[in-house]
């Protein structure tokens, strides 16, 4: 999009912008044959919720940042199909809320992947719960059926965020 951007404002600078904003609309005609990925194979019916995690402290909604680490136990052979599922899964969970995301390996531990995550705030990883999809608990059943354990996650909530008005919160004391 920059490349693409700092393109159309030289055509624009040099051929004046009535020409930039024809060209382009011409390029855009030119894609109606193309279709976006409908999902038509995918179930996307709202699947049972899953309950938000309980915390046994009370927290505004918009507590947060959220990291989320979960721990999964597999069998060191089953790595490589177990990452290519939890790619399909990162890309679920970053259409889902997450910002940021990432795989840990323990180099030691060959059997132990660690994954981490950051939601905006509680009140979005609550929405997040109420938000999956059939489809999402496919994929999420074929991880599980690599693991050796059940999956161990952790919720933490970020130390000393300050409030800003106009994100809805109590400005910073």
Do not use: C
């Amino acid at each position: 999009m920059t490349v693409g951007s700092a393109l159309w404002g030289e055509i624009a600078s040099h051929a004046g912008l009535p020409f930039a904003l024809n060209a382009a609309a011409v390029g855009l005609a030119g894609t109606f044959r193309r279709k976006l990925e409908t999902g038509a194979a995918l179930d996307l019916a709202p699947s049972m919720p899953r309950r938000a995690p309980a915390v046994v402290q009370k927290l505004d909604g918009d507590a947060g940042p959220i990291l989320v680490v979960s721990e999964y136990r597999i069998d060191p052979k089953d790595a490589p199909a177990f990452l290519a599922v939890m790619r399909e899964i990162g890309r679920e969970r970053m259409r889902d809320g997450a910002y940021a995301r990432n795989l840990f390996h323990d180099p030691d531990d060959t059997g132990l992947v660690i994954e981490t995550r950051l939601v905006h705030s509680l009140l979005e990883l609550e929405h997040r719960a109420g938000r999956e999809t059939k489809a999402d608990e496919w994929m999420e059943r074929r991880a599980q059926g690599f693991l050796q354990a059940l999956e161990k996650a952790r919720y933490f909530v970020a130390a000393g965020r300050p409030r800003h008005p106009w994100r809805g919160g109590r400005p910073a004391s």
